[in-house]
C-alpha cells in the first residue's frame, strides 16, 4: 500500500494488488500490506506472485505461497482473493499467458484487473492504488 500523499485513495479502493516474492515467500511487508488493506475495508485482492522465473516457473512453490496468503487472507477476513503466478521481468502472466507455466489455467494480472473493471458498477481504475510501501515514509 502507498503512504503518504497516495495513501488517500487507499480508503475508497475496491481493489488492492499486493505482490508476494515468489523466492522470499510472505515477508513482513507483504503480510504488513494485507492487513492495512483488511483495516480499509478492501474486500478484493489480487495476490500477485513475482519473480517466478527465480524459482525455475514451479507450479509446487506457487501453490505454497498461494497457500500461506490464502491462509492469511481468511485471518484478516479479506473475502476474495485471486492469485496470479508472474515474472515482471520476462511478463510471464502480465499481459500475455506465459508459456513457462502451463500448469496455470487462471487470468493473467491484467486480464484480472479487466474482469475487476467490467463486472463492477462502482469500480473505477482510477481508485486502484500501488501496494507499495515506503518504509521510509511510514515508520513514526
Known amino acids: 500500500?502507498?503512504?503518504?500523499?497516495?495513501?488517500?485513495?487507499?480508503?475508497?479502493?475496491?481493489?488492492?494488488?499486493?505482490?508476494?516474492?515468489g523466492a522470499k515467500g510472505l515477508l513482513p511487508q507483504t503480510r504488513r500490506h494485507a492487513f492495512i488493506a483488511s483495516l480499509l475495508g478492501i474486500t478484493k485482492v489480487l495476490a500477485a506472485?513475482?519473480?517466478?522465473?527465480?524459482v525455475e516457473y514451479r507450479e509446487d512453490?506457487?501453490?505454497?505461497?498461494?497457500?500461506?496468503?490464502?491462509?492469511?487472507?481468511?485471518?484478516?477476513g479479506i473475502a476474495s482473493v485471486q492469485c496470479v503466478p508472474i515474472s515482471a521481468l520476462e511478463g510471464d502472466n502480465v499481459v500475455d499467458r506465459s508459456k513457462r507455466m502451463p500448469w496455470y489455467q487462471g487470468p493473467t494480472l491484467?486480464?484480472?484487473?479487466?474482469r475487476c473493471w467490467s463486472t463492477s458498477r462502482l469500480f473505477r481504475f482510477r481508485?486502484?492504488?500501488?501496494?507499495?510501501v515506503f518504509?521510509?515514509?511510514c515508520r513514526p
Open 49 to 54: 506472485v513475482n519473480k517466478m522465473d527465480l
Open 110 to 114: 491484467l486480464e484480472h484487473l479487466e
Open 61 to 76: 512453490v506457487f501453490l505454497r505461497l498461494q497457500d500461506d496468503f490464502l491462509a492469511l487472507a481468511a485471518q484478516l
Open 127 to 132: 481508485k486502484m492504488i500501488p501496494c507499495k
Open 1 to 21: 500500500m502507498a503512504c503518504g500523499p497516495n495513501a488517500t485513495g487507499a480508503s475508497t479502493a475496491d481493489l488492492a494488488v499486493i505482490l508476494i516474492d
Open 135 to 137: 518504509a521510509s515514509r
